[in-house]
């Protein structure tokens, strides 16, 4: 395949999935930024400052208490960063009374955009920051909340590299449970060799991320879920990535799948805005501390930021 070839099936990978092809920033100091309320700012700033982490993530002398004695990780979605996917979600947590942590996992080391790489090498990362997250804390379990393949990576964690034990709650946000097709498009890529082998070579995540990839088939060997953990899906029917059937667990007694318009039709939120949507966070909550579950206060959302 031709240089200009190579280069249409990687940007027509990242249009698939919703994301812009932007060339990486230089890195700068560590920092902490401000909370945010929307995607669009929280990518603007984690662009300018790509080693930025969101307000009350990884404070590794924070200690759960007995209202919250599991710590919250957070994990990725493709192409995304701590701060881009979480400047929402982790001030909030941390208000609500959580140790909450994050990580920048599957390559490349620098830069905003993270989440590229194998998925299975991601898994093992994950599952690294779990023990130091429990070593520090010196919790027993942590809860696992993900957004998009991070809606995945954890089940491969969970399911074949002991992470059963680790995890009290797994809740995926837009998740890619099963794998995604983008209504086709993604199988259509696989039919072509060269274009898949073009694209993996670049983003293996992409080609793990595939319905029915190996991956994907691999993580479901034994089952997608473990007795030892509880689950939760929360999708969109409005997401334009990930469909209903792709981010939905199987039933269970230990499962429960969430769709944002049961509880609020008005609310439009899509794949990537379902991390800074307040009505998606409240039912994240919820998820997490049933005990003082509130019902979301529902208002009209717009489905793109």
Same mark, same amino acid.
């Given at each position: 395949?031709?240089?200009?070839?190579?280069?249409?099936?990687?940007?027509?990978?990242?249009?698939?999935?919703?994301?812009?092809?932007?060339?990486?920033?230089?890195?700068?100091?560590?920092?902490?930024?401000?909370?945010?309320?929307?995607?669009?700012?929280?990518?603007?700033?984690?662009?300018?400052?790509?080693?930025?982490?969101?307000?009350?993530?990884?404070?590794?002398?924070?200690?759960?208490?007995?209202?919250?004695?599991?710590?919250?990780?957070?994990?990725?979605?493709?192409?995304?960063?701590?701060?881009?996917?979480?400047?929402?979600?982790?001030?909030?947590?941390?208000?609500?009374?959580?140790?909450?942590?994050?990580?920048?996992?599957?390559?490349?080391?620098?830069?905003?955009?993270?989440?590229?790489?194998?998925?299975? %090498? =991601?898994?093992?990362? &994950?599952? /690294? *920051?779990?023990?130091?997250? #429990?070593?520090?804390? +010196?919790?027993?379990?942590? !809860?696992?909340?993900?957004?998009?393949?991070?809606?995945?990576?954890?089940?491969?964690?969970?399911?074949?590299?002991?992470?059963?034990?680790?995890?009290?709650?797994?809740?995926?946000?837009?998740?890619?449970?099963?794998?995604?097709?983008?209504?086709?498009?993604?199988?259509?890529?696989?039919?072509?060799?060269?274009?898949?082998?073009?694209?993996?070579?670049?983003?293996?995540?992409?080609?793990?991320?595939?319905?029915?990839?190996?991956?994907?088939?691999?993580?479901?060997?034994?089952?997608?879920?473990?007795?030892?953990?509880?689950?939760?899906?929360?999708?969109?029917?409005?997401?334009?990535?990930?469909?209903?059937?792709?981010?939905?667990?199987?039933?269970?007694?230990? %499962? =429960?799948?969430?769709? &944002?318009? /049961? *509880?609020?039709?008005?609310? #439009?939120?899509?794949? +990537?805005?379902?991390?800074? !949507?307040?009505?998606?966070?409240?039912?994240?909550?919820?998820?997490?501390?049933?005990?003082?579950?509130?019902?979301?206060?529902?208002?009209?959302?717009?489905?793109?930021?």
């Amino acid at each position: 395949m031709g240089a200009r070839a190579r280069t249409v099936a990687v940007l027509g990978a990242l249009a698939i999935l919703g994301t812009p092809a932007v060339a990486d920033a230089a890195p700068d100091e560590a920092s902490v930024g401000p909370p945010q309320t929307g995607w669009p700012a929280a990518w603007a700033y984690s662009i300018e400052h790509p080693d930025a982490i969101p307000q009350g993530m990884n404070d590794f002398s924070c200690r759960p208490d007995a209202a919250h004695p599991r710590p919250v990780v957070l994990v990725n979605g493709t192409f995304e960063n701590s701060y881009a996917n979480w400047a929402m979600y982790s001030p909030q947590l941390k208000t609500d009374g959580y140790c909450v942590f994050g990580l920048d996992y599957g390559g490349p080391d620098t830069g905003p955009f993270h989440q590229t790489g194998d998925m299975r %090498v =991601s898994a093992r990362q &994950v599952g /690294d *920051f779990v023990e130091t997250v #429990l070593a520090a804390t +010196g919790a027993d379990r942590v !809860d696992l909340v993900g957004h998009s393949q991070g809606g995945l990576v954890p089940l491969y964690y969970i399911n074949h590299l002991g992470g059963e034990s680790k995890i009290g709650t797994m809740i995926g946000v837009a998740p890619a449970t099963n794998g995604i097709s983008a209504y086709g498009m993604l199988k259509l890529l696989a039919a072509y060799s060269q274009a898949k082998d073009a694209v993996g070579s670049v983003i293996p995540a992409v080609d793990d991320g595939t319905a029915g990839s190996a991956f994907v088939t691999e993580t479901g060997e034994g089952g997608m879920t473990r007795p030892g953990v509880e689950y939760a899906t929360v999708s969109s029917r409005h997401d334009l990535v990930v469909q209903l059937s792709e981010s939905q667990l199987p039933p269970g007694p230990n %499962v =429960s799948n969430v769709v &944002v318009q /049961d *509880f609020c039709p008005e609310d #439009l939120t899509n794949h +990537g805005t379902m991390v800074y !949507d307040d009505i998606t966070l409240r039912i994240v909550r919820n998820l997490l501390d049933p005990a003082t579950a509130v019902a979301p206060a529902c208002h009209p959302v717009a489905p793109l930021p």
